[in-house]
């Protein structure tokens, strides 16, 4: 009898994931740790009172004044485009009104107002009354808890990528984790798709309240079954898209990716980004002018279907306008009102484009003093192009 209860319990410990924190991990891997450790995965979110420093500008000589103290700050989210402050209340924490704009060095105000974000109307027009748990915290944290409201650990951890860990730490095997460079490409994907998408959860409410993340899941799982991708009606420009489908705002890598021809080859985010740490840019692999030429080297079948690189751009071989993700991933998705980030869906936007779609182009995002149609008519003496494709 009690050994039968034996094996239950054991059968039953195996089904139920179990989790143990990043910190678990460095045993076995300590040079990834360590380098995962100093990237912004890892340090999204802070607690001032262990990370002083977490705090970058001065609260105290803000102007206008704030309407919270630096001891009023439970967490810290954010340090490359913008920072927000979270103030503990109960159970839950909840956004701060201002933010700090890190490039230009300014406080804004931060409010979500009804027709941008899809929960906003679902919510009190009151950021007091706007808990991060359902709104945020479920994509920078491991294993948010809806019922009891605690983590196994806050910011991008090791399992939250790699699915539960804790048979894994016990017992380690290839056979007890998941390793997202072992999946089919659609299953890779979502292991960034999970947070950098604008999407709804299948199922909401979930206890009477509604999530801006997919609840339930992690990587053991298929992300289909609980998140769906936010709805886009071709030549429509909304908060999120603009009219050809490309994302319009911040966290919408993953709607653009799935649209590009290079998701459709079976290209995957790690094929060009090492989230573990790297000393380039956005955690590139490479540098991106050196990445991107790896597989679209000149006269590649890939494209450019070009001698050089210069003659394919008709700029300098070493100038920006030279640069492949100026022209393929321009930035045009914005984060904060004057810093936007890049696009992910690796289409070239024409000029035509945004005379009749109001897109922006990536000619105009560099030549800022010139129309589209002097971008248009440039194009048209770039006679080794379509000029069909260019006419678009």
């Known amino acids: 009898m009690y050994w039968l209860l034996f094996l239950f319990l054991s059968g039953a410990e195996a089904q139920t994931p179990s989790y143990t924190g990043s910190a678990a991990c460095k045993t076995c891997h300590p040079a990834i740790y360590e380098r995962w450790k100093k990237t912004r995965m890892a340090n999204v979110v802070r ?4 990370h002083p420093d977490a705090i970058i500008p001065d609260l105290s000589q803000a102007k206008p004044p704030l309407t919270f103290q630096r001891q009023d700050v439970a967490l810290v989210y954010g340090s490359r485009w913008k920072q927000r402050y979270f103030i503990k209340s109960g159970d839950d924490y909840f956004v701060a009104p201002s933010q700090w704009d890190v490039t230009h060095q300014k406080w804004l105000p931060y409010f979500v107002r009804n027709g941008t974000d899809w929960w906003a109307e679902l919510y009190p027009p009151d950021n007091a009354k706007r808990p991060t748990g359902p709104l945020c915290d479920g994509c920078h944290s491991v294993n948010y808890d809806i019922n009891t409201r605690t983590v196994t650990e806050w910011n991008v951890g090791c399992e939250r990528c790699h699915g539960p860990g804790g048979t894994h730490a016990r017992k380690p095997s290839r056979t007890n984790i998941v390793n997202p460079a072992r999946l089919d490409y659609v299953r890779a994907g979502d292991t960034c798709i999970q947070c950098h998408s604008q999407g709804k959860p299948l199922k909401n409410p979930v206890g009477g309240r509604y999530y801006d993340w997919p609840v339930g899941f992690d990587m053991t799982l298929n992300l289909q079954d609980f998140w769906q991708l936010e709805e886009h009606r071709l030549g429509e420009t909304s908060f999120t898209h603009f009219s050809d489908g490309t994302a319009h705002k911040n966290r919408m890598q993953g709607n653009d990716f799935v649209q590009s021809v290079m998701y459709t080859h079976g290209v995957r985010c790690f094929t060009c980004h090492d989230v573990h740490g790297t000393g380039n840019a956005a955690d590139l692999i490479k540098p991106a002018t050196v990445l991107c030429l790896d597989c679209h080297g000149p006269n590649s079948p890939n494209g450019p279907r070009a001698a050089s690189i210069s003659a394919h751009t008709h700029h300098e071989e070493a100038s920006a306008g030279s640069d492949c993700i100026a022209c393929h991933m321009p930035k045009i998705e914005q984060t904060l009102p004057d810093d936007n980030v890049r696009s992910h869906t690796f289409r070239f936007i024409t000029p035509a484009m945004t005379e009749r779609y109001k897109i ?28 069909w494709r260019m006419r678009e």
């Open 360 to 387: 922006p182009n990536p000619c105009n995002v560099c030549h800022q003093d010139k129309s589209a149609g002097w971008a248009s008519e440039a194009l048209g003496g770039w006679r080794e192009h379509s000029p």
């Open 47 to 50: 607690d001032p009172r262990e």
